[in-house]
């Protein structure tokens, strides 16, 4: 870890940030953030005094008042911007155990599914075992979670 805040970034590492302090946490279930997020909702925490440390965001203007930052190289979601403190994709951080959601927002679209998500059967990895062996011949190129000075894991694409 180098410096004080709440460090993250996207996967390849071409994008860093931190923040200094977080805010309310939450996941929104509105439609653009399931399709911005490829997810079931968008989890997302306010960002005071941001610093984005390596590279930058790529933007889309999701409308007339939003735009969401990602990173262009490994396509990453990254920030929802709408004028105030910028928002921050809660998987993004290093430590996403440090922004747990505290409310659900835009309840209108959310999917009809996702209620029961949390009851749904587990397979233990016991019970996979050609799978198992798969995750244990892969090589991450996935940027660690925390800062690097240097980061040659974005050559290696
Ligand atoms: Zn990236
Ligand atoms: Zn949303």
């Given at each position: 870890m180098s410096g004080a805040g709440l460090s993250g970034g996207c996967q390849c590492g071409a994008v860093r940030f931190r923040a200094a302090r977080l805010g309310c946490a939450s996941i929104c279930h509105c439609r653009m953030c399931q399709k911005a997020f490829g997810g079931f909702f968008g989890p997302l925490v306010t960002a005071h005094d941001?610093?984005?440390?390596?590279g930058q965001p790529k933007y889309f203007a999701?409308?007339?008042?939003v735009r969401r930052g990602f990173c262009a190289d490994c396509g990453t979601p990254l920030s929802y911007e709408y004028g105030g403190a910028p928002e921050i994709?809660?998987?993004?951080?290093?430590?996403?155990?440090?922004a747990a959601p505290v409310i659900q927002v835009?309840?209108?679209?959310?999917?009809?599914f996702f209620d029961g998500i949390c009851s749904l059967p587990v397979r233990l990895p016991a019970e996979q075992p050609e799978a198992e062996a798969f995750k244990a011949s892969i090589v991450s190129f996935q940027h660690p979670d925390h800062d690097t000075s240097e980061w040659p894991g974005r050559a290696k694409r």
């Open positions: 941001l610093q984005w440390t390596r999701s409308s007339n008042k994709a809660i998987g993004a951080f290093d430590n996403p155990e440090a835009n309840p209108a679209d959310k999917l009809s």
